[in-house]
């Protein structure tokens, strides 16, 4: 099955600065990649994703690149603010009948103002 | 749009009890997933249907969990006998085949068995 790395596990930055978390996944048949941001005692929303036909996708202060050949995509937030502060879930679609999401374990974002 | 709603939000039972968890899923979506969140093991994925059909219940922990989708608009999550080891947050999420992969989440049920 689907195995997905997620890190780092906790990232603490500056009000201001730039973060960004990375995923690796090993199925070279997954073609699409959603970012979770999950806040205390919620589920989990979906706040940008990337399809495998695409290299980057920019939302405003969030972006996600896709590298296929290596296997690995990436969340990059902008300009963070202290709203930003949540746990972020990085995911890997297969498709073809396994039609679940896997999961990376999640970093927890910390926003220090 | 709703969203997803699950309840009840929050079930303290005694080990031994049934527990029942409901979903209700958006509007016009076709595919519905259960979903449990602990801190050792992460989200995982339970079971999922497409169009009221479930087609992947090899997350299933052990026969004691079961799951129904009696129509397009509820689900049924039910763990009979409960134990403590099923104290986590489980999510129901939905989606449609015209966006695969591209999954709503509810708000969770946060259970816990004494």
């Known amino acids: 099955g689907e195995n997905v790395e997620q890190h780092p596990s906790t990232l603490s930055v500056q009000e201001g600065d730039s973060a960004v978390i990375k995923c690796t996944y090993s199925?070279?048949?997954?073609?699409?990649f959603p970012w979770y941001k999950q806040e205390l005692g919620k589920g989990p929303q979906l706040i940008i994703d990337i399809r495998s036909n695409v290299g980057e996708k920019k939302d405003q202060r969030i972006a996600v690149t896709l590298n296929k050949t290596a296997k690995h995509f990436s969340l990059h937030i902008t300009e963070t603010q202290p709203e930003d502060s949540a746990v972020y879930f990085c995911?890997?679609?297969?498709?073809?009948?396994?039609?679940?999401?896997?999961f990376g374990k999640g970093t927890h974002l910390i926003i220090q103002p | 749009d709703a969203g997803v709603i699950q309840s009840p939000r929050h079930e303290v039972t005694e080990m031994g009890q049934e527990v029942t968890l409901r979903c209700k899923p958006i509007s016009g979506h076709n595919s519905l997933f259960w979903y449990r969140q602990t801190m050792m093991r992460g989200l995982e994925l339970l079971i999922y249907?497409?169009?009221?059909?479930?087609?992947?219940d090899s997350g299933m922990p052990e026969d004691r969990f079961s799951a129904k989708m009696p129509n397009a608009s509820f689900s049924t999550l039910k763990i009979q006998p409960s134990e403590p080891r099923d104290s986590a947050v489980y999510f129901c999420?939905?989606?449609?085949?015209?966006?695969?992969?591209?999954?709503?989440f509810g708000p969770g049920t946060r259970l816990t068995v004494l």
């Open positions: 995911a890997v679609y297969s498709g073809g009948g396994a039609d679940g999401l896997t």
């Open positions: 249907f497409n169009n009221n059909v479930p087609i992947d």
């Open positions: 999420a939905s989606s449609f085949d015209g966006a695969p992969g591209e999954q709503f």
């Open positions: 199925d070279s048949a997954s073609n699409y």
